[in-house]
């Protein structure tokens, strides 16, 4: 036996002379264990005699994070650990109920940063970076300890930040979820209304401060606006994700790899049809179904295409010449591709491009364009999937354009499916960072909210639930107003999820209600008027009894409860948010309380966080919008009326041929997804409050057949954004020394 | 005092009792420490204590890796530290000669495979990831530990890839640098020849074998190909970078990040002509320097752009109006923009595109295309930086276009540069992996090879330099064959960096030999000709007496020893193989051996190990070909005639002008980067041997001025790969229960 062997007798001997240490050091020799599976064997057998040793009053391992696997940590009994020690080697973490093993974190992080630094006093982009990067995150791994993650459903992307592996939902399968919360705004004015940092301000306060487990979810930013216009997004002042640049830059690169995804798509549609514009169906057929040492054979995924064909066959030389046309010809109308290619970039002369106008494209140019790469169906399957194998499946649906016979085309049928779930293999994990105060917080997909859904993962959502347990909360946020980000929570992600949701959140301002109560238009950009300033009680009432009414009333369409959250500005007077309050509470709200968190973080949000608690105990009937067997048009009309107020709908010639067409193919039970501007209740940005009296023009309807939706498009969507004269851009540099970045929020 | 703080107290007793105990058990003690500031003052002091102590024998601390600083590991005095404990605890790669931290790994892992699965049969894509996926590799925390970097200079990327930090640069400055070995090739087939398959069996075979320390340095491959005609590169058979998919997909998103920067800035082009096109002097001004609360300010970024104008003034105010202008109009020409955009994805289509036609866009459109990601200026940057101010340096010189009037314009005009420095922030730092046999390899950096350098990153090559230590080995890689990849590694990349190679290994292949010996056609998907099965002697030494001799010719010039390592095919004979051994050391080469990696793994590769070993001590001269100061033609006609063997070279009258402008504008110093086709060492690819008698036309000159060199155009350069009728898409797949890949390879 080599000396390291003989070590845990020695230990136990130091514990019979000294029987009042607690803890039994067996340090080095479970470290040589990590690396010998020989002596792997042998310190098992050591710490179960040790377990039942009368003499040995407590055993504490020293091991790196990496070797702490569940049998390690599950082989010490509870009454041996010793206390203090475990906390810092989780043994705890993975015994008993898992959702003991979330610490929550403690206010003091955030305390010490407000005496340092005091309350933030402004809302500009400045500040932001400051509080950020004056918290030093704790290290992700230990972050995965407190909340009762093992070591090894950990993958880490450097010291901030890890990915967490889905074989988490099937360890804890038989654990209940936490309590779901959503959190929703009402219509905002084109600034913002702050639901991210209501979202950071809640957990903060369910976690430090009431000790209740908790976990934000949260979309991923793209990266674009972050160098335009908008900086960077993380809530702000004492409610944010850090650290803020790895949030709003590469992050762990799953929106690289929808772009990657996407454009695979884009680059083999277009190269298809040149092949199959310049070969002949003999030709075509020797290339896709090639002889490799004199054999031919189908690769599964065009065995797949067969099937759909209606051919059963798998010998390549038994096809029949018009079942060979049929198979080698995606017969792809080229006027009729609707596969975007995408980049994360602000990048507005991609909006319209025209392609293949190289000599060696052989004159087969088309128009087409780029969309920002979060507008990639790519990106709301992300968001839609609950597995990893839903996630594929879905892939293999999309639906890139239709032939000349008009049949739909799949990205199965171009045989990149896949290589796509390849690209998207890492992308499904969620990942993990923390608050300002140390709360968890998932980060994963961010789908654009009006052609597609505009809500986090339902994969991060899920994790979450069952990482807090049954008296913890997860908290997550819907895109846009009500009408839209909730809306599409309840009727597309809880259905895809099956989750059902206690209670909404519903944030408003002051600033928003006033606009909402005919106060003069706000613009980004521009300096606000002084309605937004000085105290004017009959805006605030009037937003009150139109917007934030009718968007509590959307909620309660759902059965769920709604808390509102005023989130406070410093030119808010009581008077203003008293009545806020009031109204809500009148209008049917179980709760509505302001909301502090941006200038003291999670004891700012105290009061929210009570009134959610409470509001969990509410009688919930949750039902859905509509049947889904419904038609189309019914199921557009449904939300047209009861969630939007119109009188009803108008259908373009464009937008019902579609819907016959989709009902054709089979597509008519999806649900809808509307694409609507979120700067009113109506199709009419201008219109504030909560218009009445309008009829809902249709333009035209898409679908994302692999996503799962299908879309109405209600005036124009912009799929790009630009860049300014200025660009966020000029302000963002990084120190080569220090390495820290400047100007990024 | 907590209890804790008494601890050491305690533990020194401990001592006092049993003089023959050899550790001293500060486990948790530390570990408290770690998180507070408080002991972490206390502890020390303790530590110091003990090492004054005559009574204790030895200290050892059990502490998480990321609390292993090196200030931790430098408190204990060496003669302290008890061994086999340091080992594990990592303790003693710090202190003295670094290099003795590298720990060479074993053969024992590659024998067991070789013994499961025999020896590589084929080479076909179909045995690579069996192979690959065979072989688990070792924690990347493990393989840190083992080649001596702390853990604070580690960032994981999951299990099985890391980022290292630059900071190790700092704490190892002092340290020798190991033997720097560059695998160049001869002019290859289209089938490539193997000089990564060479790079990583050289470096098993040095390290597990040998052991000699040493680090493989490889370059990332473009994603875009492994879905394409080409499939995943890391080598073969039993010489391979693990996990395969790993390295070929995304990796640690260095490429998606030069696709983020190179994107950023080809839409602040566009965009700044639009708004110039569409804005008067004052309303640009206004917006490019905005009065933020009454108060207008240059970013630093403008006033180095206000430098570089010759104006020295900091008041905005204070500009007169030709000096708005001259500030605030780039003033581009749309036809000189010779910036391009870039995707990681095989997408002929956009090889020439026609962008801005969104009537958002106002009719501004243009001409344009995109090239494949690794094309990118910034890539070229990213393998040249030797830190990160000298990327930022970098970054902001790139020249985008050129104004109305002939001036250069550059990203740092743009405003753009340090948000590039920011996006690349992560990209600089190497990526850690490991060959089959556990060998360390850095995986960093991929410029093209023609219109770019070809060689992986400098900074890689440093950082592992000194990791390996004086007697270590890296093994880099430069692309193509040796007139064009080694040639830009020392006259490009070793200017550079300031390192000097060793040798030079060059690879060969009987394949390859008989093609420039007078064999038939080689081409990709056809079937060889007999001629290459057969046994023929008379092709192999023609090849050898024409291309091989000239390639080691080439490495002559430059005053480094040549090593030729032949690849050998099971269907290569023993009198072929000693055929190209002999005439290979005729022709001046300091050994020449045949390798066997690919079925093997590094124990078929000891020849070659031995051989290189045996050169480093042969004389090496080093010098460079020509000199920076004379005229670029004179550059040119140097690397033609004595490299290529040209007679002379032929100017257009378009690469005239362009280098009258390049001297004119200051960049006549540049080294010359020649993109030239790799099938010929002339511009004809089907002229094989050493072709003499002819003139090297120079087609167009461009220069890359922030990776730093002008490169002419001899012939046309694709810079954008297509897709094949059947790309390698058809049979990648990922079994979603698994999650195992397949067909990647």
Known sequence: FPAQVLAPKFSVCLLFFFPHVLSLCLGYHLFCA???????????????????????HGVCLHLPPASLTSRVLNTIKPEKDVDGISDLNMGRLVRGDMSKGFVPPTASAVMELLERHGEVQGRGGKTNDKVSQAQTPK????????????????????????????????????????????????????????????????????????KLNSFACLRQPSQGPTFGVKGGAAGGGYAQV??????????????????????????????RMLHEATQSDKALYNRLVPSVNGVRRFSPIQIARLRR??????????????????????????????????????????????VGQASTEKGQMRETGFDIAVASEIMAIL?????????????????????????????????????LAVLMKDAIKPTLMQTLEGTPVFVHAGPFANIAHGNSSVLADKLALKLVGRNGFVVTEAGFGADIGMEKF?????????????????????????????????????????????????????????????????????????????????????????????????????DAVPCHHWAQGGRGSLELAQAVNEATSRP??????????????????????????????????????????????????????????????????????????????????????????????????????????????????????????????
Chains 1, 2 share one sequence.
């Open 242 to 271: 850090i650290p803020m640049e790895e949030f709003n830059l590469h992050l762990t690169g799953d929106i690289h790899a929808i772009t990657a995804a996407n454009n695979l798509v884009a680059a083999a549609i277009d190269a």
């Open 620 to 745: 919930n009937n949750f039902q859905f919008l509509y049947n889904l067997e419904i038609p189309i048009v019914e199921k557009i009309r449904t939300i047209a009326q009861k969630v939007y107020g119109a009188d009803d709908i108008e259908l373009s010639p464009e937008a019902k041929a579609k819907i016959d067409y989709y009902n054709q193919q089979g597509f008519g039970t999806l649900p809808i997804c509307m694409a609507k501007t979120h700067l009113s209740l109506s199709h009419m940005p201008e219109k504030k409050g909560a218009p009445t009296g309008f009829i809902l023009p249709i333009r035209d309807v898409r679908a994302s057949i692999g996503a799962g939706f299908i879309y109405p498009l209600v005036g124009t969507m912009s799929t790009m954004p630009g860049l300014p004269t200025r660009p966020c851009f000029y302000d963002i540099d990084l120190d080569p020394v220090t390495e820290e970045i400047t100007g990024l929020f």
């Open 490 to 590: 309840f009727n597309i992600k809880c259905r895809a999820s099956g989750l059902r949701p206690n209670v909404v959140v519903l944030v408003a301002t002051v600033r928003a209600l006033k606009m909402h109560g005919g106060g003069p238009n706000v613009s980004a950009g521009a300096p606000l008027p002084r309605e937004y300033i000085d105290e004017n009680l009959d805006l605030v009432a009037g937003g009150c009894r139109s917007n934030l009414r009718k968007q509590i009333q959307i909620a309660h369409l759902f059965g769920v409860p709604v808390v509102v959250a005023l989130n406070v500005f410093k030119t808010d007077t009581q008077a203003e948010i008293d009545l806020v309050c009031q109204i809500a509470k009148e209008c049917g709200a179980s």
């Open 309 to 354: 064909l209606g051919i059963d066959k798998t010998d390549p030389g038994s096809l029949m010449p018009e079942e060979v046309s049929a198979f080698v010809r995606l017969d792809l109308d080229p006027s009729k591709v609707t596969w975007q290619r995408v980049v994360d970039t602000n990048d507005r002369f991609l909006r319209k491009i025209t």
């Open 383 to 419: 968001a839609l999937a609950d597995s990893l194998s839903d996630m594929k499946n879905r892939l293999a649906r999309m639906v890139v354009g239709t032939s000349r016979s008009g049949q739909p085309v799949t990205a199965e049928d171009l045989g990149v499916s896949g290589a």
């Open 139 to 210: 290290p992700v791994d230990q972050l995965a300890e407190e909340i009762g993650l093992l070591p090894e459903e950990l993958e880490a992307y450097g010291r901030t930040k890890a990915k967490v592996r889905l074989s988490m939902l099937d360890r804890l399968h038989a654990q209940p979820d936490g309590k779901y919360v959503l959190v929703a705004g009402i219509t905002p004015t084109p600034l913002g209304e702050g639901k991210s940092t209501v979202t950071i301000g809640l957990v903060q306060a369910l976690s430090a401060h009431l």
């Open 34 to 56: 990590q690396s010998t599976p020989l002596l792997k064997s042998l310190y098992f057998p050591e710490i179960l005699k040790l377990n039942e040793d009368p003499r040995v």
